[in-house]
T-cell receptor, first 112, second 113 residues
Framework: RKEVEQDPGPFNVPEGATVAFNCTYS??????FFWYRQDCRKEPKLLMS???SGNEDGRFTAQLNRASQYISLLIRDSKLSDSATYLC?????????????FGAGTTVTVRA | NAGVTQTPKFQVLKTGQSMTLQCAQD?????MSWYRQDPGMGLRLIHY???????DQGEVPNGYNVSRSTTEDFPLRLLSAAPSQTSVYFC????????????FGPGTRLTVL
């Protein structure tokens, strides 16, 4: 089983719509969770960290469900510029240290 | 600050050739790492370093070597290129270790024929 799994999509939504997608992780001891954004043929960039209580950053809301081991990202009032691949990233314990494990990404396309 | 820089941006190699991918960061980050990204798969960790003189293997280290003689530089060497190493390679740096925000370079697109 993959450490981090995401629905690859694509999610095709009109401008102004709300889109939401999840990511599941297998290691119950994971401590930190992130969403990164990756534009086509570019490097990933941090979108937001995900906190236990859930958090918002403008039109983006991230939630963490430890019991079911998933995190979610919701985008409200979608803009054309939100078209990208969203990577779920989980901090996984590895021997004496932690490492980041990346999901394969969920592609979102916002159309005019 | 330039952040994380990588060279070259594109490279084509023949099977068996060797080469070095360069990575440098100017943020004084202790932690640096190399990932490869293949279609349908998440980024996979090749090697990482927690500081100058210290390196360790990641998830997919075979066929690659690294060294960290300075805080700024973290080159990745392909010893004898194979078609399976065709991929996009990202270098990243962060303060501390795996907990913190990773800053990625623009990537190197490598094709091995």
């Amino acid at each position: 089983r993959k450490e981090v799994e995401q629905d690859p999509g694509p999610f095709n939504v009109p401008e102004g719509a709300t889109v939401a997608f999840n990511c599941t992780y297998s290691n119950s001891a994971s401590q930190s969770f992130f969403w990164y954004r990756q534009d086509c043929r570019k490097e990933p960039k941090l979108l937001m960290s995900v906190y236990s209580s859930g958090n918002e950053d403008g039109r983006f809301t991230a939630q963490l469900n430890r019991a079911s081991q998933y995190i979610s990202l919701l985008i409200r009032d979608s803009k054309l510029s939100d078209s990208a691949t969203y990577l779920c990233v989980v901090n996984i314990r590895s021997q004496d240290d932690y490492k980041l494990s990346f999901g394969a990404g969920t592609t979102v396309t916002v159309r005019a | 600050n330039a952040g994380v820089t990588q060279t070259p941006k594109f490279q084509v190699l023949k099977t068996g050739q060797s080469m070095t991918l360069q990575c440098a960061q100017d943020m004084n980050h202790e932690y640096m790492s190399w990932y490869r990204q293949d279609p349908g798969m998440g980024l996979r960790l090749i090697h990482y370093s927690v500081g100058a003189g210290i390196t360790d293997q990641g998830e997919v280290p075979n066929g690659y070597n690294v060294s960290r003689s300075t805080t700024e530089d973290f080159p990745l060497r392909l010893l004898s290129a194979a078609p399976s190493q065709t991929s996009v390679y990202f270098c990243a740096s962060s303060r501390g270790s795996g907990y913190n925000e990773q800053f990625f370079g623009p990537g190197t697109r490598l094709t091995v024929l």
